[in-house]
């Protein structure tokens, strides 16, 4: 007779422990200080069933990337795309600039910068919010404030592309009105057919 697999269970809290010990280590030292053994640590899982399970610092990277893909956004809803689009902006401008999930955040982007793995888990991850943030473009086709042929995923693209350009390129600071400027941008970019 086979055993009845349980959802959730041991393996289910194995994987939260680990996936909330690795985004505590990359907020404290980022991905260049992220290692297995700390995360064993942190987690109170041992190092072997870490090492097993997840194989290397990018296995544990591309884990959280995957649960993280999966989480809900808080997607605007100001009733007009001027202010939907800049709610996205803000999400994405706000969330590097806060003390705890910023340096996740750039950490992920670092480590995709260094390794194939997590790369294609960053890429899926901003697949999903490129997905989700996409409803704000679909609402507004619907009251007619875009024409049906923009490509909603561009339009999101176009509109928090400057944040990381500055963010990761040049490193200069973005603030809300830096937001707002790309999300017109980008707006006035689907609104003369370019997107």
């Known amino acids: 007779m086979e055993p009845i697999k349980r959802p959730g269970g041991r393996s289910a809290r194995v994987r939260d422990a680990v996936r909330q010990a690795t985004l505590a280590e990359l907020a404290e030292k980022g991905y260049g200080g992220l290692t297995v053994e700390n995360v064993a640590e942190r987690s109170g899982v041992h190092k072997t069933t870490v ?98 042929t923009v490509d909603a995923h561009e339009l999101i693209r176009a509109a928090v592309a ?17 937001a707002d400027r790309a999300a017109d941008a980008a707006l006035a970019a689907a609104r003369a057919g370019v997107l």
């Open 51 to 148: 090492y097993r399970r997840w194989g290397s610092v990018e296995g544990l990277i591309s884990d959280a990337l995957e649960l993280a893909r999966e989480e809900p956004w808080p997607i605007p809803d100001t009733g007009t795309v001027e202010g939907d689009l800049r709610g996205v902006a803000r999400l994405v401008q706000s969330g590097f600039a806060d003390p705890e999930e910023g340096p996740v955040s750039s950490a992920f982007v670092a480590a995709a910068m260094q390794s194939p793995d997590a790369a294609a888990a960053l890429h899926g991850f901003f697949q999903a919010r490129h997905e989700q943030s996409a409803l704000v473009v679909r609402r507004a086709v619907d009251r007619g404030e875009l024409p049906g």
């Open 162 to 178: 400057p944040i990381y350009y500055r963010l990761f390129v040049t490193h200069e600071p973005v603030t809300e009105a830096d």
